[in-house]
């Protein structure tokens, strides 16, 4: 009998330390960033911002466990926003000419990989 208690209390600090050690490195982990830009999304297409035409679940979703950034500038074309987004500049100061950026301009994603994140960049590029 003493034994069986022993083996129990053994496992149980064995899971206490497994638990614990799991919920510290979750807590030291960075943040997971997503950055979605989309061509002609306007603010009232999501059902999280109000809409009742589109249904858009999985952006609500994350958008409910995320942060939001809903104060932004746009370009009349979509080449020179996405720039502006990557570089954190304004157009006249960001690029030498219309769909070229310098690869050694630092960007959004630079600044990611610096801060230890693996970066990806997917769909639409034209620059």
């Known amino acids: 009998m003493a034994h069986t208690f022993g083996s129990i209390i053994s496992v ?3 899971l206490i330390g497994c638990i614990s050690s799991t ?3 979750a807590a030291e982990r960075p943040p997971n960033i997503i950055l979605i830009m989309a061509d ?3 603010y009232e297409c999501l059902s999280s911002n109000g809409s ?3 249904q858009t679940p999985e952006l609500d979703a994350l958008a409910a466990k995320g942060m939001r950034f809903t104060q932004c500038y746009s370009q009349p074309v979509c080449t020179p926003s996405r720039v502006q987004i990557m570089t954190g500049r304004y157009n006249h100061a960001n690029y030498e000419y219309f769909g070229y950026l310098n690869p ?3 960007t959004f994603g630079n600044l990611a990989k610096k801060a230890g994140y693996a970066t ?3 769909g ?4």
Not at 124 to 127: A, R
């Open 12 to 14: 149980a600090l064995i």
């Open 23 to 25: 919920v510290s490195e």
């Open 40 to 42: 002609d999304l306007g």
């Open 52 to 54: 009742t035409s589109y």
């Open 104 to 106: 050694k301009e630092f």
């Open 120 to 122: 990806c960049i997917a």
């Open 124 to 127: 639409k590029w034209q620059l």
